[in-house]
């Protein structure tokens, strides 16, 4: 399965925009883009996914490049709340389920007050 | 939130000793995994399970073993714990291929 690469850390003010990028250059046509996050001695939680066009929900809005080979997740008004690690994860439309998903370190976003 | 309890939250036991860690859904979920989670390692999967007495392994699954005889439990089994199995272990639960809902972790130390 294709590999993620993310920036290890980035910062941010409270109530500023966050752009959190993520590259996957060998990315297939059937692989969906998944964003979780994990907060402080928490398990992670699913945030967003998107397969060709860009995606809004509650929580965050993911941008996919025209070429797929890109992401930003995008986290409108950033809270403390939002401190946590940010992982991106590429997973085939076609798996049956989730036993193929590689984590890497993902990104780690600390906010500022 | 998905209803899934991770027991214990904590544990410390020493080398050599048998551990069970236990991972109990409320969701009806088919599939449930087990995953380590180390400073400087990516979530790594242990073994995963498809279904009630349907396992396979994982990545990372030398030394564990699991089973699964309710839809809604999944043990994790350390037969003979070593120090390298100290870890902060993640169970989670899906449908299919669908949103992954964790829970809340086990912190493991082996001394």
């Known amino acids: 399965d294709a590999k993620t690469t993310q920036p290890n850390s980035m910062e941010s003010n409270e109530e500023e925009p966050v752009h959190l990028p993520c590259n996957h250059s060998?990315?297939?046509?059937?692989?969906?883009i998944h964003w979780y996050r994990q907060l402080p001695s928490q398990g992670p939680e699913y945030v967003i996914h998107?397969?060709?066009?860009?995606v809004n929900n509650r929580m965050a809005s993911l941008a996919i490049a025209e070429d797929r080979k890109s992401s930003t997740l995008i986290l409108h008004r950033a809270t403390l709340r939002d401190a946590a690690v940010y992982y991106c994860?590429?997973?085939?439309?076609?798996?049956?389920?989730?036993?193929?998903?590689?984590w890497g370190l993902g990104t780690s976003l600390a906010v500022n007050p | 939130d998905a209803g899934i309890t991770q027991s214990p939250r904590h544990k410390v036991t020493e080398t050599g000793t048998p551990v069970t860690l236990r991972c109990h859904q409320t969701?009806?979920?088919?599939?449930m995994y087990w995953y380590r989670q180390d400073p400087g390692h990516g979530l790594r999967l242990i073994h995963y399970?498809?279904?009630?007495?349907?396992?396979d392994k994982g990545e990372v699954s030398d030394g564990y073993s699991v089973s699964r005889s309710k839809t809604e439990d999944f043990l994790l089994t350390l037969e003979s714990a070593t120090s390298s199995q100290t870890s902060v272990y993640f169970c989670?639960?899906?449908?299919?291929?669908?949103?992954?809902?964790f829970g809340s972790g086990t912190q493991l130390s082996v001394l």
């Open positions: 989670a639960i899906s449908e299919g291929g669908g949103e992954l809902f």
């Open positions: 969701e009806n979920h088919r599939y």
């Open positions: 399970s498809y279904g009630v007495k349907d396992t």
């Open positions: 060998t990315i297939s046509g059937t692989d969906y």
């Open positions: 998107g397969l060709t066009s860009n």
């Open positions: 994860i590429l997973r085939d439309v076609g798996a049956g389920n989730n036993r193929k998903l590689i």
